[in-house]
């Protein structure tokens, strides 16, 4: 079992920024990939970011790329989400989950395990 509890999210202006953390605790967590996936009021959960175990290949929806950054500190079983310039449409509650799939998950069904999420808001 791996536990993953994220926090940092919160109500933001547009163009501001938030840093999301995502805490594992279990199993060793250097043997999973981790992902961002967000999910706003009536739509289905969507793929945000990819990490792999090491942290050396991310991989970014388009809607995100160039605005946020993953990373993940294995000593601190932690990963993390840096989100800038946030827009109205980034606005959704936003959870971490993880695999121990090879290769780059995009599905939500391939995540085995996942965390409680946090709210992010962005007003314009």
């Known amino acids: 079992q791996v536990q993953l509890v994220e926090s940092g999210g919160g109500l933001v202006q547009t163009g501001d920024s938030l840093r999301l953390s995502c805490a594992a605790s279990?199993?060793?967590?250097?043997?999973?990939?981790m992902a961002w996936f967000r999910q706003a009021p009536g739509k289905e959960r969507e793929f945000v970011v990819y990490?792999?175990?090491?942290?050396?290949?991310?991989n970014y929806a388009d809607s995100v790329k160039g605005r946020f950054t993953i990373s993940r500190d294995n000593a601190k079983n932690t990963v993390y989400l840096q989100m800038n310039l946030l827009k109205p449409e980034d606005a959704a509650v936003y959870y971490c989950a993880a695999t121990d799939g090879p290769a780059v998950r995009y599905m939500a069904t391939d995540y085995r395990y996942w965390g409680q999420g946090t709210q992010v808001t962005v007003s314009s």
């Open positions: 990490i792999s175990r090491s942290g050396t290949y991310t």
């Open positions: 279990g199993r060793t967590f250097s043997n999973y990939a």
